[in-house]
Nanobody
Framework: QVHLEESGGGPVEDGGSLRLSCTAS????????MAWFRQAPGKEREGVAA????????YNARPFKGRFTISLDDAKTTVYLQVRNLSSDDTAEYYC??????????????????WGQGTQVTVSS
């Protein structure tokens, strides 16, 4: 079993930056992809960025190119999401996810086996 715990969310001013962290614990050796999703009030969960622990490649979903950067620590158990130039549209619950296998569609939530509880990001002007 794998446990994912996010941190780094909170209130932030419009135009600000933050870095979210997600640490995996437990049986992490078999994890393949780690990803960030977000869900704004009244909207569906959407993929933000994903990174492969095995191939060293990462992807950003099209709406999130440029301001969002995903990365892994050297141990490949903590995934980060650096976000800059935040706006109120970025207000959402941000979730970390991890898969046990290679995935066909990196931003399809059902591809992921484990999820964190989420960390809230609230952007205000």
């Amino acid at each position: 079993q794998v446990h994912l715990e996010e941190s780094g969310g909170g209130p932030v001013e419009d135009g600000g930056s933050l870095r979210l962290s997600c640490t995996a614990s437990g049986n992490t050796d078999n994890l393949w992809w780690m990803a960030w999703f977000r869900q704004a009030p009244g909207k569906e969960r959407e993929g933000v960025a994903a990174i492969s622990r095995r191939r060293g490649v990462s992807y950003n979903a099209r709406p999130f190119k440029g301001r969002f950067t995903i990365s892994l620590d050297d141990a490949k158990t903590t995934v980060y999401l650096q976000v800059r130039n935040l706006s109120s549209d970025d207000t959402a619950e941000y979730y970390c996810a991890a898969s046990l296998d290679d995935v066909a569609v990196v931003f399809r939530p059902t591809e992921y086996n484990f999820w964190g509880q989420g960390t809230q990001v609230t952007v205000s002007s």
